[in-house]
Structure formats: C-alpha cells, structure tokens
C-alpha cells in the first residue's frame, strides 16, 4: 500500500496535506548535536572496551583457576592401598589363607602426608607406618611400605589415612573421626 | 539507495563504524532530530531522543539488512523512541509547559529560504494544527505521508495494526483540514 493508495487523497485538501507533510523542510540540528552524538558514542564504546576487559580478566582468572586445579588433581593421584602376602621366597595369592609367620607387605600411596596402618580383626592397630623412618617402613616414590610378620589369625585390613590423627584402634571408631580423606583395603583373612 | 547510503554500507563492511556513524549523523541528524520534534514537541527531549536513536542505531549497525535506506530505518527509530519519550514526559506531567514552548520553537525554525511566501505560511499553520494531534497521530501521518511508508511497514516500527493506523490517520485528516480551514487554506 502506498500513499497514493488512500481514497481521501482524492479530496485536494487531504492531498495538499500530504503533500506539506512530505515537503515541509527539516528544522537545522543544534550545532553542538552531532559532535555530542559522537562523544556519547565514544563513551559508550570505552565502557564497552572496559567491559569485555573485565569480562576477559574474569575469564582468564577462571581458567586459571580451573587449570591450576587440573594440574593439582593430576598431581595428586587417588588414595591407592593394598597388600601382598609373601612366604619364603614367593607370593600366597589372595584366595589362600595366610598362616602365622607370612609376611604381608602393605603399601598406600597419597602424595599427601599421610598414615599406613594395619588393622587386626578390624579392633586393633598392629603396624603403623607414618613416614621411611617408622621401624619396618620404607619410601618408593609416592608409595609408602611396610611389612609385618604375621603371627595370628583373624583378618587384617590396611588403612590410609590423611593426617595422623590419634588412633583408638577402632577401625569403625577411626575412620568416624577422620577429618581428612582414607582408603581401606578389602580384609585378608589369616589362619 | 543513495550513493552515502553505499558508502556508508561499505564503512561498515570494513569494520570502519565509528567513521559510518559519522557519516550518518552528519547525513542525517536534522532529519532525525526534527522527527522527535515533531513529536515530542520539546527541544531538549528531542536532543535527548535523538542522541538515544543514533546510539542505538549503533549497536545495531551490523545488524541492518538495508531493505531500507539509512535514513527510512533511522526514522524508524526515532518515531519509535519520541513515542516512548513522549509517553513517559507525559507520565511525568511536564509535558504541557514543554509543548508550548515547544510549538514556539517548532515555527521559528521552519523557514526555508527557496519555499515561496505561501508555502511557508502553508507548514507554519499545518504546524500549528499538527499541536492540535497527538503526537501518536502526528508520528503516523509522518511516518505515512513524509516516509511514505505502507501500514504494514508502519506496523512494525510502531508495534501496532495497520488497521489500527490507517483509522488513525484517517480521523487525523478531517481534524487538520478542519484547523487549515479556520486558518485560511481550504486546499
């Protein structure tokens, strides 16, 4: 549809007004206009420029951040336990009862410092290794040994610890009051 | 298309913005401060409105499909916007001082030196009768009769039914022809 479409533009006096309204000239802008359009652009555009700095700033502190934690959780790898039961010079795989006189070789690794402990029918703490200088303790990188002669039945369970928090010799109880991470072994059963 | 309307396509193609939004107030800031004046009936909200089209039309610069000219679209825009300023003047209920002072200043501009006498005695009532519309009414006419736009196009720049427009401007006539009248031009 088009101007020219309306019917009352056959009317001359519409049609003149039309015409006034299409011809009429435009009123002069301010002088000082057009150089405030620009500077209030130019404003604008600084703010913006601030803006994404900041929103850049943010980003980048956030994947900092992120790659910071990244690289500790690569750096510090899960809590690994677990044992090995040795007699003479071989191994006695998992499925056999260990007897009294076997050694178990428990090991825990935790690039934190941390505790190594050997739980007795799950009430008692018979070796405990809280660094390469404990008695019967030693370090292999990341790993941390111990081996303990087995001289009764019952079943054994290695525990690692975060921190070296008092033992009751209560596994149930210990690991209650544990305010760090732990990992527990599944139980070897001894004769 | 004129020939700044490519140019300035070609500023913006370039990513050469701040120098396209040059061209376009230094083509265009008369005629688009002179629609908010129109409408707005107020100097300083008419700076203000026509500062706000500009700046918005910067951010959307990118994203203008030139099925218009630049000046249709930035029209567009300002009618728009004096609509808004108007309204919210009139919520404020400093509007009635300012459309005097306003239809004042509207008339003291309007002469052009190449237009005959009568012609300009012509825009100088058809002004004073223009006061006597709403400014929702005086943007239609504009829109419909200066920009040429069909009532489908003014639909979407003003958010409202072509029909609802088209009544509009209709009522408008009569009332002008009627205010022309009474001022001595009967055509």
């Known amino acids: ?191 | 298309m004129s020939v700044g309307d490519d140019e300035i396509g070609q500023l913006i193609t370039a990513g050469r913005v701040r120098e396209a939004l040059e061209a376009l107030v230094k083509e265009h800031d008369a005629a688009v401060y002179t629609r908010c004046l129109r409408i707005v009936r107020d100097r300083d909200i008419a700076r203000e409105v026509t500062q706000q089209t500009f700046l918005g039309a910067l951010r959307d610069l990118g994203r203008f499909e030139r099925r218009s000219s630049y000046k249709t679209w930035l029209l567009g825009i300002a009618t728009h916007r004096s609509i808004d300023a108007m309204r919210a003047a009139q919520r404020q209920k400093i509007h009635t001082a300012d459309v005097e002072q306003g239809a004042e200043n509207e008339q003291a501009d309007g002469p052009d030196p190449h237009a005959t006498a009568e012609q300009r005695e012509r825009w100088e009532a058809l002004l004073a009768c223009l006061d006597g519309v709403s400014g929702e009414t005086v943007a239609a006419l504009l829109l419909r009769y200066r920009d040429e736009l069909s009532y489908e196009e003014m639909s979407i720049v003003l958010g409202e039914k072509p029909g609802t427009l088209q009544a509009r401007v209709a009522r408008a006539i009569p009332v002008l022809r009627e205010c022309m009248s009474g001022k001595g031009f009967t055509s």
């Open chain 1, 1 to 191: 549809m088009s101007p020219q479409d309306d019917s009352r533009l056959d009317d001359p006096t519409h049609a003149a007004i039309a015409a006034d309204l299409r011809s009429m000239p435009d009123v002069a802008a301010p002088a000082d206009l057009a150089p405030s359009i620009l500077a209030a652009a130019d404003r604008a555009s600084a703010q913006r420029t601030r803006r994404l700095a900041l929103v850049g700033a943010a980003v980048a502190f956030a994947a900092a951040v992120a790659i910071y934690l990244v690289v500790r959780r690569e750096e510090s790898p899960a809590m690994v336990v677990g044992m090995e039961g040795h007699r003479g010079s071989g191994f006695v795989r998992g499925s056999d009862g260990l007897k009294a006189g076997d050694r178990l070789v428990i090991h825990g690794t935790w690039r934190r410092r941390g505790e190594l402990r050997l739980y007795h029918d799950d009430h008692e703490v018979v070796f405990r290794c809280t660094s390469e200088r404990d008695p019967g303790c030693r370090r292999e990188g990341d790993q941390l040994l111990g081996e303990y002669v087995v001289d009764a039945g019952g079943s054994y369970r290695v525990v690692l610890i975060d921190g070296t928090a008092p033992t009751t010799g209560n596994l149930e109880d210990d690991l209650a009051a544990a305010t760090g991470p732990f990992q527990v072994s599944e139980p070897r059963a001894a004769q």
